[in-house]
Structures are given as structure tokens and as C-alpha cells.
């Protein structure tokens, strides 16, 4: 019993609302062309390009534009299923839309909060199929890519990694620190086509998990960027506006990917166990394995708890706050680290067959281990709570 040949069992730890259904079931009909080609994008660490001429077949790219911009109007917790549904079929396709969901949340926000260029962007998203990509793994707290002042604007010279659906995508939302990186310099966010001049992308991504992400090199190379489409400053090291917005929006939708991974890695045990046997006795009949799915069944439902107990807490008007941050990050790492638990745990239950690339255990056993890389980092995570709770409102260190 392979992964893609398990999908008719449910892992929801909560029912569907029918306003939920809609969008896991658009999910669940682009995870089966994603898992058609799953294996084949794993071996050869090629882009999930069939996932993706789906997703745009299917409106799955504006899954989060409102719908008076002519998107699909989801939610950040509806977005949370559908992601969570279209992992349980392929982790790598989940992760790289990931990016592209979180960012139009992101716009989302903004657009809320007054800022006058983000329903343009949604438009797009929706009208054009623009599709963004992030470099915020690479650059983080501290970009090494500078910014030179021009009298239009920025020349932009650096490197990106980690820039998941590069192949796909036709944006990089990211920064550059305004002359020599280090205390008090200034950190600008923009996004710049990928089909600029000075844009390039350098095929870097061959990997142990995550492999059909396709999370290449992004290299700019006197690329200009114009002073009005600076949508953002920080100092250099901190946070700030651009980086708290984007990290809240985020952490629910990866923490949701990394779930049904693990959620679909689950049904597979499942699966095997109800057909399998071990000597005279069926596979599902033992109390070993009755423990094991317990076990799994447990994490998982607590690990979505704290996904929805989040964004309840959140609640519909909030703001990117630190105190926003540590409440998503933390459900996050919950996810995250239950997820890994919960896929080595099916393989448990499942044995020896796990080790067979056909089954496609242990594609799922290797993707789920990139949730511990995601900023914050699981310990990460721990540190930035206990600095909030002591009275240090400051930045991850």
C-alpha cells in the first residue's frame, strides 16, 4: 500500500465545515496530479510543474484573494486545510505553494491595515496568475545582498537561497541592507520580477528531502529597483514591520504542510495494517500496532489544535505583533515535531515496506524532516517565547 493509494481515509482530528469542504476538495483533486508525478520529481529533484498547471487550471493560486478581487476568498484557516490536504498527497508540491499562500496572505494584511499597493497585487494574483516566491530563509534577520542608491532608486547586487518554486514563480518578494551590512543599517523589502535584468537563477537544489521544491539560487546582478516599490524598512538584525507580517502568515500555513505530510504518511500505515499480517495473525489485530495508530492518531489531533487554537487566538482583526508571532510560531513547531514523530511511527507500523522508495514512506520521512529548518527553528521557537515572557519584546536570536 503506497501513500497515493491511501488518500480515502480521513485524518481530520475536527469535522469539515461545509465552507471548509470546498477548499480541501479542490486540494484533493490537484494532490492527485501532484502524486502522480511525485516520485519521478523526487528522484530527479525536477519542479512540480503538472501540480502547478493545476493549481492554475484551478484557481488554487489565488486561494487566499478575496473574493470581490476575484480570488477564492479562503481564509488563513481555511487555507490551513486545503495545505494540510494537498500535503497527505505530496509534500513537495504543498511546501512550494506554501510559500506563494503565505505571501498573498501577507497582501492580504496589508491591504487591511491600509497599505495603498496591496489589492493591485491581489488583482494580480488573481487576473494575471502572478505567482510569488520568498528569499526570507536566506536573508532572514541579517541580508548579506546590498542595495546602492541610484537617482531612480536601488542597484540590488546578492544571492538568494532557498528560493522555493523559483521555476515557477514570477516574483521574489525579498530585501537588501542599504550600504555595508551591520548595526543600524537600513533593510529594505521589495519584490523584483524574475524576469528582470540582472535576474537569474542558478539550479542549486539537490537535497535529501523537498527535492521537487525546486528551491534554487537566486542571484541579482545590478538589477534596479525603483524607490516606489520599497514596500518596507527595517533595521538591519531586527524584525520589524515586514518581517513580523510575514512570519505570522507563515507559521500556520507551513506548520499546516508539515502536518499532512505527516497525516498522509498516518493513512499509508493504516492502510497496510488493515491489509497486512504477521503470521497467523492480521497486522491490525495486534496490540502493539493498536498503540502505534493510537499514538498517531493522538499527536495529530493535538498537533491541529494547536494549528486552529492559534489562529482562534489570533482571532479575525489582529496584528503582527511579537506576542501574534510567538502564538503562531509555537503551534508551528508543535506541527511540526509531532509530524516527524507521527511519520517515524507509521514506518513503525508499517516495517520493512517502509524502507521501499515505491511505497513512498520514506520520501514522506525525508521531506517532514525540513520543518525543523523553517524560521524560527523548533528551539528557536522555545528561546523567542521565554524572551517574550521575561520581558524582552526584542528579536530571535
Known amino acids: 500500500m503506497t501513500i497515493a493509494q491511501s488518500r480515502s481515509t480521513s485524518t481530520y482530528p475536527i469535522p469539515l465545515r461545509a465552507d471548509d469542504a470546498r477548499f480541501t476538495e479542490l486540494a484533493a483533486r490537484i494532490g492527485a496530479v501532484a502524486a502522480e508525478h511525485a516520485a519521478e520529481h523526487d528522484r530527479d529533484a525536477t519542479f512540480v510543474t ?136 537600513d533593510v529594505l523589502h521589495f519584490s523584483i520580477p524574475l524576469s528582470a535584468p540582472g535576474v537569474r537563477i542558478v539550479e542549486t537544489w539537490d537535497t535529501l528531502g523537498m527535492r521537487g521544491t525546486a528551491s534554487h539560487d537566486v542571484v541579482l546582478e545590478d538589477v534596479a529597483v525603483a524607490a516606489d516599490k520599497i514596500v518596507g524598512h527595517r533595521p538591519y538584525g531586527e524584525l520589524g514591520a515586514p518581517l513580523l507580517a510575514a512570519t505570522v502568515h507563515f507559521a500556520p500555513v507551513v506548520g499546516a504542510t508539515y502536518f499532512g505530510i505527516a497525516a498522509g504518511a498516518r493513512d499509508a500505515a493504516v492502510a497496510a495494517a488493515s491489509a497486512g499480517s504477521r ?28 494549528l486552529m487554537g492559534a489562529l482562534e487566538e489570533l482571532g479575525e482583526d489582529y496584528t503582527a505583533t511579537p506576542e501574534a508571532l510567538t502564538t503562531v510560531m509555537v503551534a508551528k513547531r508543535q506541527a511540526v515535531v509531532e509530524a ?58
Open 50 to 185: 503538472e501540480a502547478y498547471a493545476a493549481m492554475r487550471e484551478n484557481g488554487y493560486l489565488a486561494l487566499t484573494v478575496p473574493e470581490d478581487l476575484g480570488g477564492l476568498g479562503a481564509s488563513m484557516r481555511q487555507a490551513c486545510y486545503a495545505q494540510a490536504e494537498l500535503a497527505r498527497h505530496d509534500g513537495a508540491t504543498a511546501l512550494s505553494v506554501a510559500m506563494h499562500t503565505y505571501l498573498t496572505l501577507v497582501q492580504g494584511y496589508r491591504r487591511r491595515k491600509g497599505a495603498p499597493d496591496a489589492e493591485g497585487v491581489l488583482r494580480r494574483i488573481a487576473a494575471e496568475g502572478i505567482v510569488i516566491a520568498t528569499s526570507g530563509g536566506s536573508d532572514w534577520l541579517w541580508p548579506t545582498t546590498t542595495a546602492v542608491p541610484t537617482d531612480n532608486g536601488y542597484l540590488v547586487n546578492g544571492r538568494k537561497i532557498f528560493c522555493s518554486q523559483s521555476p515557477g514563480a514570477t516574483v521574489v518578494a525579498t530585501c537588501a541592507v542599504l550600504g555595508e551590512p551591520g548595526v543600524d543599517a
Open 279 to 306: 503470521g497467523p495473525r492480521p497486522l491490525g489485530d495486534l496490540p502493539r500496532v493498536h498503540r502505534q495508530v493510537g499514538l498517531m492518531d493522538t499527536k495529530l489531533r493535538v498537533a491541529w489544535w494547536a
Open 340 to 397: 516527524i514523530e507521527v511519520v517515524n511511527l507509521a514506518m513503525d507500523v508499517m516495517g520493512g515496506r517502509s524502507f521501499f522508495k515505491r511505497f513512498g514512506m520514506e520520501r514522506a520521512f525525508r521531506d517532514v524532516r525540513a520543518g525543523t529548518f523553517h524560521p524560527l527553528t523548533p528551539e528557536g521557537t522555545l528561546s523567542y517565547a521565554g524572551k517574550l515572557a521575561l520581558g524582552d519584546p526584542g528579536d530571535t536570536e
